[in-house]
């Protein structure tokens, strides 16, 4: 359900209006995660993003950066991607939703981790609805 809204959100985005904003801050997280086998640990890294925009002479800040951004961990090299080379101090287009400003993303694509999720959410529906038919027979 989640996937499906964030397709439609992005669908519905190419009317948004765009403003430019200035990237405030941009960092990478890190994070131990701990195995349950022999108490071995890895990391995981996520990107953050914060940005201020002006939409009718009100501030807004925002960290959203695009309607696909699930990914609370993933290795240091996607997580740099994510923030698209953008450091504090750049200037950055800003989409923002016409019925409520403070609704904004950067960067306006469908990712791999929308995609997979929808794409088990249909599957997990279509065996769903199978077992069901099945289930009545």
């Known amino acids: 359900v989640t996937a499906a809204h964030d ?3 992005l669908l ?7 403003t430019e904003g200035l990237v405030i801050d941009t960092d990478i997280d890190s994070s131990s ?15 953050s993003i914060t940005y201020e925009y002006e939409v009718e002479n009100r501030k807004f800040v925002s960290s959203r950066i695009g309607f696909a951004s699930l990914r609370r961990g993933t ?34 694509n469908i990712g791999r981790d929308l995609i997979l ?21």
């Open 33 to 47: 995660i701990k195995t349950h086998s022999a108490g071995a640990s890895y990391s995981v890294y996520s990107a």
């Open 75 to 108: 290795n240091y090299e996607t997580a740099r991607d994510e923030l698209h080379g953008l450091k504090t101090g750049d200037s950055v287009t800003v989409h923002y939703n016409p019925d409520n400003h403070a609704d904004a993303v950067i960067a306006k």
């Open 12 to 18: 519905n985005s190419d009317n948004w209006p765009q």
């Open 7 to 9: 397709i439609f959100r």
């Open 117 to 137: 999720l929808f794409i088990v959410g249909v599957t997990f529906l279509a065996f769903g609805t199978i077992g069901l038919m099945k289930q009545k027979s």
